[in-house]
């Protein structure tokens, strides 16, 4: 029996299995829909089909750096709750597709969950995170992931707080000495602490310049209806000046050091050094920034397990 897209998606959306899963599942018996469940049931793999409408908001950030020190690769793995996100082996999972991320030819999630699981071939890394799911019992998701790697200089990284930030720098350089790699690390807890959006002011987008000139100016004329233009344009490009030195890290003033800006902090280490070192770029995940959180309504909750 031909299997169809149509009927590939109407178990995947009974199952909340995999696309491949499901397809394999089909084929597996010859296009029975019931049988096909059964078989996703069997595997393991049909666990999450009561867990795929539920939020997974939390979770951990996690990166493997390569030995070399040349290349990292960051990943951030959602669960519902805290409580999990705390748990070792959930932890060791997400280490492991930290581990997968770093040696994957990938370049979008989606061939990242399709390819070969590396602790066990013969699933893929979406038939792995499965079986995560039917063992651990909540709701998980492999939520991005990105390498970050330079040819001459060096890779830096930072997790706060167990795995609620995570953060990778590149450090373009010809030293990789203890200092340089001070730096990076330190670099690295500055992108954490502050959130920047660019590494500089080449990287800022001129939309993005333009749209919040038209919102200061209009801020200023409400404020000072009565100045002439050309002060109301002088404080348009003061107040600019001063949001670009929040959303730039090499403008930021230095957390360790409010004397200095990153870039002059980076310039001290660079002339200890005897050589320059420029930041080159990095790459900043939180544990569930911009994701809906769940609300627990524990009353709600008890009342429905009382059959109330």
């Given at each position: 029996m031909a299997i169809t897209a149509a009927m590939v998606k109407e178990l995947r959306e009974a199952t909340g299995a995999g696309m491949m899963d499901c397809k394999k599942a089909l084929n597996e018996t010859n296009g029975d829909?019931?049988?096909?469940?059964?078989?996703?049931?069997?595997?393991?793999?049909?666990?999450?089909?009561?867990?795929?409408?539920?939020?997974?908001?939390?979770?951990?950030?996690?990166?493997?750096?390569?030995?070399?020190?040349?290349?990292?690769?960051?990943?951030?793995?959602?669960?519902?709750?805290?409580f999990v996100a705390k748990n070792a082996d959930f932890q060791a999972y997400?280490?492991?597709?930290?581990?997968?991320?770093?040696?994957?030819?990938?370049?979008?999630?989606?061939?990242?969950?399709?390819?070969?699981?590396?602790?066990?071939?013969?699933?893929?890394?979406?038939?792995?995170?499965s079986q995560k799911i039917a063992i651990i019992g909540e709701k998980l998701s492999i939520r991005r992931f990105q390498?970050?790697?330079?040819?001459?200089?060096?890779?830096?990284?930072?997790?706060?707080?167990?795995?609620?930030?995570?953060?990778?720098?590149?450090?373009?350089?010809?030293?990789?000495?203890?200092?340089?790699?001070?730096?990076?690390?330190?670099?690295?807890?500055?992108?954490?602490?502050?959130?920047p959006k660019y590494v500089d002011r080449s990287e800022v987008p001129a939309d993005f310049i333009e749209h919040e000139k038209e919102i200061l100016k209009t801020a200023a004329k409400n404020e000072n209806p009565d100045k002439p233009d050309n002060i109301i344009e002088k404080m348009i490009i003061g107040r600019l000046n001063k949001e670009l030195k929040e959303v730039c890290l090499v403008d930021q003033a230095y957390v360790k050091d409010g004397d200095l800006t990153v870039q002059k902090y980076v310039d001290s280490v660079a002339k200890e050094v005897g050589t320059s070192i420029k930041i080159k770029s990095f790459v900043r995940f939180e544990t569930g920034e911009g994701m809906e959180k769940r609300e627990d309504d524990f009353a709600a909750e008890v009342a429905k397990q009382a059959g109330m």
């Open positions: 829909m019931d049988k096909a469940v059964e078989f996703l049931r069997e595997k393991g793999l049909a666990a999450m089909a009561k867990k795929a409408n539920r939020i997974a908001a939390e979770g951990i950030v996690a990166i493997k750096a390569c030995d070399c020190g040349k290349a990292a690769a960051i990943v951030e793995v959602n669960s519902e709750t805290d997400v280490a492991k597709v930290a581990a997968q991320a770093l040696d994957t030819k990938a370049e979008t999630l989606e061939a990242f969950m399709a390819e070969p699981w590396a602790e066990d071939t013969s699933l893929t890394v979406e038939q792995a995170l390498k970050v790697s330079i040819d001459n200089g060096v890779v830096a990284t930072y997790i706060h707080a167990g795995g609620k930030i995570g953060v990778i720098v590149a450090l373009e350089t010809e030293s990789d000495s203890d200092a340089v790699k001070e730096c990076g690390k330190n670099v690295a807890m500055q992108i954490a602490a502050l959130n």
